[in-house]
């Protein structure tokens, strides 16, 4: 059975920096893409950063270079760096996967994801 279990939320002032984990269990092959997605109370679930089998990476424009995705395939563990946090960044925060390919575009919809993480909540104070 997959399991993704993500860790390393928690609360920061603007400015600072967290890094997210997601460890991927009962997995024999490697996810065509892996992803993390974010929500905010209120509103919907947002792509926020995607690596791809070949390690292609796309983000959102509102994270765009503060925020890194990566991926360890000896530890089956996927990360996202994130710093020069701003309150706006205050989301549950979750680890998604497929073994599909499809489009950079498609790959930030939540709706191309099977699998998901039970999140990580990150909150960002002014």
């Known amino acids: 059975q997959v399991q993704l279990v993500e860790s390393g939320g928690g609360s920061v002032q603007a400015g600072g920096s967290l890094r997210l984990s997601c460890a991927v269990y009962?997995?024999?092959?490697?996810?065509?893409?892996m992803a993390w997605f974010r929500q905010a109370p209120g509103k919907e679930r947002e792509g926020v950063a995607v690596?791809?089998?070949?390690?292609?990476?796309t983000y959102a424009d509102s994270v765009k270079g503060r925020f890194t995705i990566s991926q360890d395939n000896d530890k089956n563990t996927l990360y996202l760096q994130m710093n020069s946090l701003k309150p706006e960044d205050t989301a549950m925060y979750y680890c998604?996967?497929?073994?599909?390919?499809?489009?950079?575009?498609?790959?930030?919809?939540?709706?191309?994801?099977?699998?998901w993480g039970q999140g990580t909540q990150v909150t960002v104070s002014s």
């Open positions: 690596i791809s089998v070949s390690g292609d990476t």
């Open positions: 009962g997995v024999n092959y490697r996810f065509y893409y």
């Open positions: 998604a996967a497929t073994f599909v390919g499809m489009t950079t575009t498609q790959a930030l919809r939540t709706r191309s994801y099977s699998y």
